[in-house]
């Protein structure tokens, strides 16, 4: 069974900072890699897509990588805003059948 | 797209009724997830579908909760009788073949007293 883990649970930084939320999963044999946002009692939105072919995938202020031979994918921010506050979390779907298997998420705050 | 549609936003219900989840997915999605969110649990996948036909249904918790989807842009997710361990935010996604990004609604706020 693929077992997804976000690391740490809570982040707090100040504005501005560049900041790096890790997402480690244990089986490589994956079709893809997604990044979401969710906002305090709203649903997830989609951030970035990685496919298992890709090593990286940039939008705007927010570049996911993505190593799955170490089981492991990086969701980077730079210049940090107090916008940028929500729970992020990661979703790997296997090679074989349909289902996405999530972590449990980074909350992240900017403090103005 | 209007994206993912779900109904209704917010519901209350008392334990023992029968409470309806209703989810339009987007158009051209072959595929459609159920989705539970707990502080305890997380988010967790209760069945998917694809081409309307149930492919897992190994998260559904008990004989209490069940699903259908009878045509390619609508599907309900039915708890009957609700319990007040049901409560919970239910999401619905959806997401295509090939490229496989899901894409979620805003979800159902359930509270069962």
């Known amino acids: 069974k693929q077992e997804v883990t976000q690391i740490p649970a809570a982040l707090s930084v100040p504005e501005g900072e560049n900041l790096v939320l890790n997402c480690s999963f244990t089986d490589s044999a994956i079709y893809n890699l997604q990044w979401f946002r969710q906002d305090p009692g709203k649903g997830l939105t989609s951030l970035l897509l990685i496919q298992s072919s890709q090593r990286e995938q940039t939008s705007g202020r927010l570049n996911a990588s993505l190593d799955k031979s170490s089981g492991r994918s990086t969701l980077y921010i730079a210049a940090s805003q107090p916008g940028d506050s929500a729970t992020y979390l990661c979703?790997?779907?296997?090679?074989?059948?349909?289902?996405?298997?999530f972590g449990t998420g980074t909350s992240l705050t900017v403090i103005p | 797209d209007a994206g993912v549609i779900q109904s209704p936003r917010h519901e209350v219900t008392e334990m023992g009724q029968e409470v309806t989840l209703r989810c339009k997915p987007i158009s051209g999605h072959d595929y459609l997830f159920w989705y539970r969110q707990t502080m305890m649990r997380g988010l967790e996948l209760l069945i998917y579908?694809?081409?309307?036909?149930?492919?897992?249904d190994s998260g559904m918790p008990e004989d209490r909760f069940s699903a259908k989807m009878p045509n390619a842009s609508f599907s309900t997710l039915k708890i009957q009788p609700s319990e007040p361990r049901d409560s919970a935010v239910y999401f619905c996604?959806?997401?295509?073949?090939?490229?496989?990004?899901?894409?979620f609604g805003p979800g159902t706020r359930l509270t069962v007293l």
């Open positions: 979703a790997v779907l296997r090679n074989t059948g349909n289902q996405f298997y």
């Open positions: 996604a959806s997401s295509t073949t090939g490229k496989n990004e899901q894409f």
């Open positions: 579908f694809n081409n309307n036909v149930p492919i897992d």
